[in-house]
């Protein structure tokens, strides 16, 4: 196949950021997605109803002129939350709220340290039809980083699925086999998020042949083994995948560093990545479920209107992007050629 058409796509977990990289993160998915999900770990977080508000306003005032992109707010979830804050931020239109155990990634450190504390949260957000979406590592020092997210969903993650069955869940980037085999074995109100570097890639290309930091993000890339997991799950077009991009920048200067940043600035090159793995796994007739229906399809939205192209068509990921304080951010795939391009 040389050119693909699907119905417009949805990113459902994304970093925005704030303050002047608005100015470069939002043009930058608007380009391709007529909604995202945003991830609230600001600082500080976004924790109540009227920074939710205040944040979606900075976000539209970012968006090119001539777009209807439309950002889908979220609530960081603290031990501090109450009823009340679920309940005033559900009537400003939050869509979701997002559970970060302490510590475990970027800007976390304000997020939760007792998850069965949250358990009367989780019970509201039941009742007014908020979904969780959960980080799903463990934080402890004495787990082994290749092992959180399995050791997440025993410790954590089936009870909280038992718990609360008409919550509705999704496990965010999921990166193993353990965690593909638990949505699949699960009720039909969890689901789960991949980002393209998990599908694309796994944890030799960290760390073989030298310490590549625009490949970390969090969580980690694991083995061969569950990247496959991930590729062969997203090609049979299961309704409970679907796509996040997890783009999430940071400064050239604190990636290059002796203690790096995690995450992966995708979001100028993500459809065109996923686009690329359905291609390779002889899936492409399976590229739209994944991108644009089965996310809005739970989340209870309707599908888009409209098209996006995207043509069989080599080109090289720019090197760098200079953002609107003059830093530079390096972009995922930076200088590596993309088979797959989007058409205006
Ligand atoms: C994200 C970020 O930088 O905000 N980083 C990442 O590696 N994915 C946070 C997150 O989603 O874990
Ligand atoms: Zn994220």
Redo the contacts with the bound molecule.
């Keep these: 196949m040389t050119h693909i058409k699907i119905q417009t796509p949805d990113d459902w977990h994304l ?1 925005f950021r704030d303050g002047d990289m608005l100015n470069e993160t939002v043009p930058a998915t608007a380009r391709c997605f007529k909604r995202a999900i945003v ?1 609230p ?1 600001l600082v500080p977080p976004i924790t109540d109803a009227n920074m939710v508000v205040n944040y979606r306003k900075r976000i539209l005032d970012a968006r090119p002129s001539d777009n209807n992109f439309e950002p889908l707010m979220t609530l960081y979830l603290t031990n501090d939350t109450t009823r009340e804050d679920i309940i005033l931020a559900k009537e400003v239109g939050t869509v979701a709220a997002k559970l970060y155990p302490a510590g ?4 976390s450190d304000a997020a939760v340290k007792s998850l069965e504390d949250l358990y009367p949260i989780f019970e509201e957000m039941q009742e007014v039809g908020m979904l969780l979406l959960i ?1 799903g590592e463990v934080t402890d020092n004495h787990i082994d980083i290749f092992d959180r997210e399995k050791e997440f969903i025993d410790r954590h993650l089936t009870k909280i699925v038992a718990s609360f069955p008409d919550l509705k869940i999704v496990f965010e ?1 999921i990166t193993t086999k353990d965690a593909v085999d638990f949505v699949l074995a699960s009720n039909d109100n969890l689901a789960a998020t991949i980002t393209p570097q998990h599908l694309l890639l796994n944890r030799n290309d960290l760390l073989a042949g030298g310490i590549r930091p625009h490949n970390y ?2 969580p980690v890339l694991k083995r061969g083994t569950h990247q496959q997991a991930l590729r062969k799950v997203v090609a049979t077009g299961n309704k409970k995948f679907f796509l996040g991009t ?1 783009s ?1 920048p ?1 400064e050239k200067h604190m990636k290059e560093s002796s203690c790096g ?3 992966c600035y995708s979001a100028r090159s993500a459809i065109e990545i996923y686009t690329q793995v359905f291609d390779e796994l002889d899936a492409l007739d399976k590229l739209e479920g994944f991108a644009s229906h089965h996310g809005a399809d739970f989340y209870g939205l309707p599908r888009n209107n409209g098209v996006i192209k995207l043509v069989k068509e080599d080109w090289i990921i720019p090197e760098q992007i200079i953002l609107p304080n003059g830093n530079t951010v390096v972009p995922f795939l930076a200088g590596q050629k993309c088979t797959w391009k989007l058409k205006d």
Excluded: R
């Design positions: 970093h991830m770990n475990a990634t970027t800007h980080h980037h993000c969090l997890d999430a940071h940043c995690a995450g």
